[in-house]
């Protein structure tokens, strides 16, 4: 069996045969070579086999320019980093400036020293191959970081699953309550992703922080007691007043989770947000800081009405279940009182895509 050549190639076009042999005399020592007479011919040769590692290119041919072929090979993603050298009896300064503004990494004048035609060759053979290293290792760190970032994604979310279930572990009648809020919210986010109020703050990226975000909102009821939490029947105000604390509860578990990395993470920021703020009303009667309009953080305003609704079509010890039309009628007459009177305008507008999710993720006993 023959040896691999390794050497690399160099593709040279000219429509002069004299001048092809007189290159490739000059180079075949040191490289593979191979040659073509036209710009068409060239560029069929280049996309049809092997790449080259560089190309020697004349400016004038006919039919095809060496301009033009140049301008080609640099729109192409396949070929735009092959390097090219223009060899060209056009000396013009201005000749010289359009070769390399399209991407030419050398322009050489006709009639050209040998030596300095090797020497040129050789260095941006390890200018390209310094290049293609560092391409390499740009994409293994790429995928490197991607894994990474893969990874601490699923940290992240089973982290979120981990803390939301203790309180599922409390209190059984949530059920599929967290699923339901996640898609209620997601929903409702992308319905005003476009609304001139809120299209700066609603980015993709960030209506996937509030899905994943979302299952913390009642992450402080695992402070309240158990006596007041599950209680088979309606709270009296001292109670209620307790169970008014998890709100704060919670926003500072995660406000001394962060101060513990001692950085802030997005998703905890706005998980911190939501469950400080989904209580609070549009008209300033919530709790736990009686704030009022847009000093509720956006992602609190979408979580009071995913909640309120979810609440409203749930079975509880002390209630039963609301209709989805009641539930819709209810959030209606709270406009501009509980609710932001835009995002419930969008509430509105996505009321079936509710009752869809509600449907679909309904508790076990609801479907019984």
Known sequence: MGSVDNRKFILIIDDTPTNIAVISGLLKDEFRLKAATSGIKALTLIHSGELPDLVLLDIMMPEMDGYEVCRRLKENSTTSDIPVIFLTAKTEVIDETTGLE?????????????????????????????????KVKNKLLENLVAERTRDLANIQDVTILALSSLVETRDKETGNHIRRIQ???????????????????????????????????????????????????????????????????????????????????????????????????WDGTGYPQGLKGDAIPVSARLMAIADVYDALISRRVYKGAMTHEQAVAIIREGRGIHFDPDITDSFLAIADEFHAIAQHYADRESKE
């Open 183 to 281: 898609f209620y919210i997601k929903a409702l986010a992308t319905k005003l992703q476009n609304h001139p109020r809120f299209y700066d703050e609603l980015t993709p990226e960030y209506i996937e922080l509030l899905y994943k975000s979302a299952p913390l909102h009642d992450i402080g009821k695992v402070g309240i007691l158990d006596k007041i939490l599950l209680k088979p029947g309606r709270l009296t105000p001292e109670e209620f007043e307790t169970m008014k604390l998890h709100a704060t509860i919670g926003h500072d578990a995660i406000a001394n989770a962060e101060a513990r990395l001692g950085l802030e993470v997005p998703f905890l920021r706005i998980a911190k947000a939501i469950a400080y703020g989904h209580h609070e009303k």
């Open 102 to 134: 399209m991407g030419a990494v050398d322009y050489i004048h006709k009639p050209f020293n040998p030596a300095i035609v090797k020497a040129r060759v050789r260095n941006h053979l390890l200018i390209k191959d310094a290049k293609d290293f560092l």
